[in-house]
């Protein structure tokens, strides 16, 4: 049975005429890594801060190992936070910083010591514990933040952006990095981001939010393989959102043709089909498109092909003699990875 540590029930917000959140539900399991995925506007800080108790929501409950703490006040709540500005105090050192929790708290000095010196090592920074802050890289101020937020152990760890300040190399670094200390607490983790690679990469549980309501709850697996709505096939992954028909034979028609994947619906319905660029082969000696632009990603090459007035985006590897912009190509789909919606 599915241990519930957070269960947010039937949540609402609006702002006046600004519906934020509409109704979502989410079970969060004890000790999981959920990510709130989606665009800017979704939602998804608004879900964080009600969470946290700095909001408060126009309907619906917060339950905690089932006990509703909807109103109750955020100091109360005992959740760990760090945001996308962090919020250390400059002037106080490493040492200080990750021990302000400890000390509010009133822990004892021995307590708070090796506390501090526990975290330290667990963040690989036991050599600068007595630096102020403001003498800190990027990557090191992220990594105190992170430890006082766990500082307190935490009966939620709750984090908005966390990263998105840092370099695409460190922020790599730091992903990794975060999954590694949020599994040896086996803390509770709702993280907010609309980095799509930092979603996949670091959720156990991915939440796909659009103006406020939830699109789909899944592993990344599942949400990359099988999205629920043709928004987060969109959103998710390089897609390609393509009308289709089914055929005589029952099975699915792109651009004109058949891609053999059989469906249920009867011939000539008119659907909506999602194709990962990298379900899609280019064919050379065929004239479906023309090719009208074509780029070197480094693992892959991407193409994008011009026919029947769509821009069909394909990946995959380019092979000795990659076909460049104005080649004529043919367009071959994998049955196996497209998914169909209703158009
Ligand atoms: P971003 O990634 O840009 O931070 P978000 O997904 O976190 O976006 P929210 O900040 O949760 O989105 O905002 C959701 C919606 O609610 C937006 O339309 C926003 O303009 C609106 N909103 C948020 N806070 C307030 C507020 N205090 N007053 C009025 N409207 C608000």
Redesign the pocket.
């Known amino acids: 049975m599915r241990d519930t540590h957070l269960h947010i029930e039937r949540i609402s917000k609006s ?2 005429t ?1 519906q ?1 959140l509409s109704e979502v539900d989410l079970q969060v399991a004890r000790g999981a890594f959920v990510c709130l995925l ?1 665009p ?7 879900l964080l801060r009600i969470i946290a108790g700095f909001e408060q929501a126009s309907s619906g409950r917060l339950l905690q190992d089932g006990s509703d703490i909807t109103a109750m006040a955020p100091h109360r709540r005992g959740f760990g936070m760090v945001f996308q500005s962090l919020a250390l105090f400059p002037h106080m050192s490493v040492a200080e910083n990750i021990a302000y929790g400890l000390k509010l708290r009133k822990a004892s000095r021995a307590e708070q010591a090796d506390r501090v010196e526990e975290l330290l090592t667990v963040i690989e920074l036991p050599h600068i514990a007595d630096r102020p802050v403001s003498a800190l890289s990027g990557g090191q101020r992220q990594r105190v933040a992170i430890a006082r937020a766990l500082a307190i152990r935490p009966k939620l760890f709750l984090l908005d952006e966390p990263l998105s300040a840092l370099d695409a190399k460190l922020r790599d670094n730091m992903q990794i990095e975060l999954r590694r200390l949020q599994q040896s607490f086996g803390v509770t983790t709702v993280l ?1 981001t ?1 980095d799509q690679t930092e979603a996949l990469m670091l959720a156990d549980e991915l939440v796909v939010l659009n103006q406020g309501v939830v699109q789909q709850t899944a592993s990344p697996t599942e949400v990359y393989r099988n999205p629920a709505t043709p928004f987060v096939a969109d959103f998710i992954g390089a897609a390609n959102l393509l009308p289709a028909t089914v055929t005589s034979l029952g099975t699915l028609g792109i651009l004109g043709q058949d891609t053999g994947l059989a469906v249920s619906q009867a011939p000539g319905s008119t659907l909506q089909a999602a194709v990962r660029a990298e379900a899609i082969t280019l064919e050379r000696g065929a004239e479906t498109g023309t090719v009208s632009f074509a780029r070197d990603l480094g693992p892959v090459m991407e193409w994008l092909v011009e026919t029947q007035g769509h821009e069909i985006r394909v990946r995959g590897a380019g092979g000795a003699a990659p076909a460049q912009t104005g080649d004529r190509v043919g367009l071959r789909f994998d049955a196996e990875r497209i998914t169909v919606f209703a158009a």
């Open positions: 702002y006046g600004v934020a989606g800017s506007g979704c939602g998804k800080t608004t907010v609309h």
